[in-house]
């Protein structure tokens, strides 16, 4: 490997570094690896609180279709709306 990097470092006229150098200290690190798991924890959360809506629209829409359902059947029978198809 080391001799891999000599000739890559002649050909382009450098040597080329072994490894690259951290770009922060552990505490930098944590405390964003810190802040990230806060922000995917409140979207997760706020998706759980979509989710909760939707479900209780959706049960919402449901009953009130059925609703409607039974009120159309009680005002055009079914006899009656098949004379119109």
Do not use: C, F, H
């Not at 570094?17 to 959360?45: C, F, H, Y």
């Amino acid at each position: 490997m080391e001799e891999m990097r000599n000739m890559i470092g002649r050909r382009q006229g450098e040597s080329t570094p072994k490894s690259r150098p951290w770009s922060g200290t552990v505490d930098t690190i944590k405390s964003n690896n810190d802040e990230l798991v806060r922000s995917v924890q409140m979207i997760a959360s706020e998706a759980d609180q979509g989710l909760a809506r939707a479900m209780s629209n959706q049960d919402d829409l449901q009953t009130r279709l059925k609703e409607m359902a039974t009120e159309l059947a009680e005002v055009y029978p079914i006899r009656y709306l098949a004379t119109l198809a």
